[in-house]
Every structure is written in structure tokens, then in C-alpha cells.
């Protein structure tokens, strides 16, 4: 366990040895935590495009971002959903580059029959307040190699000696969990599938509330496998003419907050601002990232305010409200 997800991508970045020099490729469309210690430890961020149906990183924009500096990719499982990691998988083995899984809002999500942090050299996860499992701030790194393992452990705790008190062999950081925030995430482990069956019920109702309107899109279902759906977004087809600045303004106006769907990265100014070049190499995540939006995922959402809220955005649509949900 960690402070929090974005440290436990640091300490991963620092046990595979990745700096200055190296690239690590991230798809555009995610949370900046999942990018920011590429920086950190003074490699280059590489932003690849997102696939259309999954919302996560497609194997065929990660193969034209490898370069021969290129170390590592940082796949995410955004919003819960799961990318095609096989294809993936192949792609990275060929070109000897590690795989890192970000499932931060991905537990209880399943791909191939695999659970959400069993691919890649290692995988991590959020315990944010936000998340399925929360302890205010948390996160945890998993790692099958010892190695890897044993660099990371020594890593999180001031590079202190294993073998002689206070002794300190390198000059490392200070990521080690709180053992109440640590007690409280246990015990919400004994009862993850309450917890992601309660996500799922949010994803189902929204699925039943907008299924008369064509050409909108919720988080799909992985092949052979379930989504997670940490938090359900949607994305408005082309033929609605909507962008998510013009539904948000409109939710604002009923009452409603609305959240965008992530940004591009590589568009905000922490790494540089949108460019008319950037737009052009990775399309989609440009295209869907501005006609998506984040739908209420609180526990605490009553079906009573679940169909307010979607009759809100079904009055944007120009769509008569339901009743009730079938």
C-alpha cells in the first residue's frame, strides 16, 4: 500500500529505472496522475491515441509512439473500462517494453477472465476518495517479480538498510500507508463485490434510461469479462451535435452539476496546449474527449435523483422524460 496511487506509479517508474533519456508512452484521455512522474524522473511523456469503442489506449497508436528511447507504456483502464490488452501485450513484447497497468478505477472490472491489475510488469490502483474502494487517499502497487518487488519495498521507506537500524544506503522517499487508512480499505475488501455490484446497478440504470436514444454511448463490457464501471461517462453521438461544454452549460442551468469526460493531456497547458498537430495525431481522444461527459457515481445516488438527472439530459436531447425505471 502507498499514500496514494500517483506515488506507487513513482516508486514503479524508479524500480524499473527509468529517467533521463527514456520515453513512456501514455493514451491521451485519462487523469494527469496517471502521466506526471514520467516527468518526475526526468523521462519524456509520449501521448498515443485511445480506441473508439474502448475509450483506453489502442494498440495500433501505441506501435506508432515506440521509438527506439521508448521503455515502458502506462495503459489505463479509464473509468473502468479495459483495453484491448492482448493486442497490447503483443504489441509491447515485440518491442521489448514493459507493460504497466493503471486499473486506479478499475476494481472489480475483468478482461479475458482476468481481473484488473494482473497484466503488465506491475499494475496499480486508487483508494481515492472517489473510488470503489476508498480510504480518503490510498493507492497500492502489485508486482509478481521478487526483484522488482524488493527495489520498490526499499524505495518507499527513506532507502532504509534492511539489515542494520537507521541506516540509510540510498537517498529514497517517504511513500509508506497509514495503518488506519490501511484497516479501514481492508475492511471494505471483504465486501468488493457488494461494492462493485452497487457500480454496476449505476452503469444498468443508465443503460435502461437512455435506451431509446440511438447513437449515445455508455462504458462497454470488456470480452469475457465485466466493467467494473468505477464511473459511468457518456459519450453523445455525432448526430446529436453536442459538444460537453454546451451540456454541462445546460445541466448547470436545471440545477445539475456536470463533469466533462477527461481532457487530452497533451491540450492543457501543463504540457503545452492543444495544437492543430497534436489534434491531427491522435484523433479520437481529441473527438471523443469533446463529446463525452461524466455521469453521478456516489454510492449514495437514489434512483429518485438518478432519473431526475437523466430526464435533465434526455430534455437536452430533446426527449420526452421517463416515469420510472423499467
Not at 495544437?275 to 461524466?294: F, M
Request: include cysteine.
Amino acid at each position: 500500500m502507498t499514500p496514494n496511487c500517483t506515488s506507487a506509479i513513482h516508486l514503479l517508474l524508479l524500480g524499473l529505472g527509468i529517467g533521463p533519456g527514456d520515453e513512456v508512452i501514455v493514451p491521451e484521455c485519462t487523469w494527469i496522475a496517471s502521466a506526471t512522474h514520467i516527468t518526475h524522473v526526468g523521462a519524456t511523456t509520449v501521448f498515443a491515441d485511445i480506441d473508439e469503442a474502448t475509450w483506453c489506449m489502442s494498440a495500433t497508436s501505441l506501435e506508432a509512439a515506440i521509438t527506439p528511447r521508448t521503455k515502458a507504456v502506462i495503459v489505463v483502464d479509464l473509468y473502468g473500462n479495459m483495453p484491448d490488452l492482448d493486442a497490447i501485450r503483443q504489441v509491447a513484447d515485440r518491442h521489448r517494453i514493459v507493460v504497466i497497468e493503471d486499473a486506479a478505477g478499475a476494481l472489480g472490472s475483468v478482461y479475458q477472465g482476468a481481473k484488473a491489475g494482473s497484466f503488465g510488469i506491475g499494475s496499480v490502483f486508487s483508494f481515492h476518495r472517489t473510488k470503489t474502494i476508498t480510504t480518503g487517499e490510498g493507492g497500492m502497487l502489485l508486482v509478481d517479480d521478487d526483484r522488482l518487488f524488493k527495489r520498490c519495498h526499499f524505495l518507499r521507506d527513506h532507502g532504509r538498510s534492511q539489515t542494520k537500524h537507521y541506516f540509510n544506503t540510498e537517498v529514497a522517499y517517504k511513500y509508506m500507508p497509514c495503518n488506519l487508512l490501511a484497516a479501514l480499505g481492508h475492511a471494505q475488501f471483504q465486501r468488493i463485490e457488494v461494492l462493485v455490484q452497487a457500480k454496476r446497478h449505476l452503469l444498468s440504470r443508465y443503460r435502461q434510461a437512455f435506451a431509446d436514444i440511438p447513437d449515445l454511448y455508455l462504458n462497454p463490457e470488456p470480452p469475457a469479462g465485466r466493467n467494473g464501471a468505477w464511473c459511468t461517462a457518456l459519450i453523445f453521438g455525432k448526430s446529436h451535435g453536442m459538444n460537453k461544454e454546451k451540456v454541462i452549460d445546460e445541466l448547470v442551468k436545471g440545477g445539475f452539476e456536470g463533469r466533462p469526460f477527461f481532457y487530452p493531456l497533451s491540450s492543457m497547458p501543463a504540457y503545452g496546449g492543444e495544437t492543430p498537430e497534436k489534434k491531427c495525431k491522435n484523433p479520437v481522444a481529441y473527438d471523443l474527449s469533446g463529446r463525452g461527459i461524466c455521469l453521478p457515481a456516489s454510492f449514495r445516488t437514489s434512483d429518485e435523483e438518478l432519473l431526475a438527472y437523466c430526464n435533465a439530459i434526455r430534455s437536452i436531447l430533446g426527449k420526452s422524460p421517463l416515469v420510472n425505471f423499467t
